[in-house]
T-cell receptor, first 112, second 110 residues
Framework: DVKVTQSSRYLVKRTGEKVFLECVQD?????MFWYRQDPGLGLRLIYF???????EKGDIPEGYSVSREKKERFSLILESASTNQTSMYLC???????????FGPGTRLTVT | RKEVEQDPGPFNVPEGATVAFNCTYS??????FFWYRQDCRKEPKLLMS???SGNEDGRFTAQLNRASQYISLLIRDSKLSDSATYLC???????????FGAGTILRVKS
């Protein structure tokens, strides 16, 4: 069974703090993705990675960066958190052979 | 214009009813199509892929109309456990990037 885990389910941070969200998958998937989900807007792609040390911008990369030093781990970094980054953050992974994405349970981040 | 558009609902239906959702996509070069299901406070999970010829999985039927650029999901004999948000998902012409619709809420009531 594919498992994607995220470091926290709930996180509260203050404006200006640096925030790290971590995602780990145990199925040797090549591709990993970070999304945010907001009511009425659905899932929006922030960044994705096709391989170790490779990253590509998604649709809303501003204010975020990512790191993929190992195949199984994909980190999302908010350099200076702002209130408009309050959201549900979902990590996903997939193989190159199939397009189904497997999601982690999500991190609900609140920036005050 | 959004790349993938869905009626947000909610669709409130009694148990045993048949309900259908539609979804439209804007990029005619889109290659693959899916329906995902997301339960309240849970992550999205693949419900079914959508093939050009249409496909069925138990009580669920998915259809694709490329000419009109829409995808549909039909649920027959609705169960309480079908209550969820249904996400229409499209893969663009290259790569593994998926575009998600905002979802349609279904509530099945006894």
């Amino acid at each position: 069974d594919v498992k994607v885990t995220q470091s926290s389910r709930y996180l509260v941070k203050r404006t200006g703090e640096k925030v790290f969200l971590e995602c780990v998958q145990d199925m040797d998937h090549e591709n990993m993705f970070w999304y945010r989900q907001d009511p009425g807007l659905g899932l929006r792609l922030i960044y994705f990675s096709y391989d170790v040390k490779m990253k590509e911008k998604g649709d809303i990369p501003e204010g975020y960066s990512v790191s993929r030093e190992k195949k199984e781990r994909f980190s999302l970094i908010l350099e200076s958190a702002s209130t408009n980054q309050t959201s549900m953050y979902l990590c996903a992974s997939s193989t190159d052979r199939a397009y189904e994405q497997y999601f982690g349970p999500g991190t609900r981040l609140t920036v005050t | 214009r959004k790349e993938v558009e869905q009626d947000p609902g909610p669709f409130n239906v009694p148990e045993g009813a048949t309900v259908a959702f539609n979804c439209t996509y804007s990029n005619s070069a889109s290659q693959s199509f899916f329906w995902y299901r997301q339960d309240c406070r849970k992550e999205p999970k693949l419900l079914m892929s959508v093939y050009s010829s249409g496909n069925e999985d138990g009580r669920f039927t998915a259809q694709l109309n490329r000419a009109s650029q829409y995808i549909s999901l039909l649920i027959r004999d609705s169960k309480l456990s079908d209550s969820a948000t249904y996400l229409c998902v499209v893969r663009m012409e290259y790569g593994n990037k998926l575009v998600f619709g905002a979802g349609t809420i279904l509530r099945v009531k006894s």
